[in-house]
């Protein structure tokens, strides 16, 4: 969705990590991290959805896509969301389903299914929607869907973390790990 054009698409993904990092409702590190592994498994599969039907995956899946768009960079569709928030809503965000099934029988009232939709009156029919817990829960959830760990689900290929520029491909074991190795490898490169 288009509100400011001044702000780059980059900036907001950005700015809309670091929020997602302390935002996720009642979900744990460890909670998000067994949901990424099942969504990987699925993912790579090809699985069948675990608790979404056919109809409101398509619906969850051009919600997200409208919130990450894919553009000249890739969006929340090529990065596999609609496979965490499955997995998601099938075990520690299970308290969410019924809330989120019922936000997605509001939006699809009085119109065409959201994801037959164009994105125009996507766009729109989410804009009057923005305000609501619904929003909410799906905008938190497909950020966490786009910038999972590769490996876990979600994220498919590092995309999210090639957008921003995040060299998280190695290990927490590895530099740089946070502001104090920063400091040492600049104390290594002067020869202290």
Known sequence: MHTNKNV???RFLKSSGALAGVSLLRV????????????????QSSAAFSVLGEL?????AAIAARIIPTTDTPGATEAGVIYFFDNAFAA???WAL???RAGLEVLNSGTARFSLLTEEQQDELLSAHAS?????LLRITTIFGFFAMSKYGGNKDSVAWDLIGFEGHHGA??????HYDAEYAREQSRGQ
């Open 132 to 136: 609501t817990d619904f929003f909410e």
């Open 173 to 178: 074991w590895e530099n740089p790990f946070g």
């Open 28 to 43: 744990s590190a460890p909670s998000l991290l067994a949901i990424t592994q099942a969504a990987c498994s699925a993912k």
């Open 92 to 94: 520690e965000m299970s």
């Open 56 to 60: 409101e995956a398509a619906d969850f």
């Open 8 to 10: 780059s698409r980059r």
């Open 98 to 100: 019924k809330p989120a």
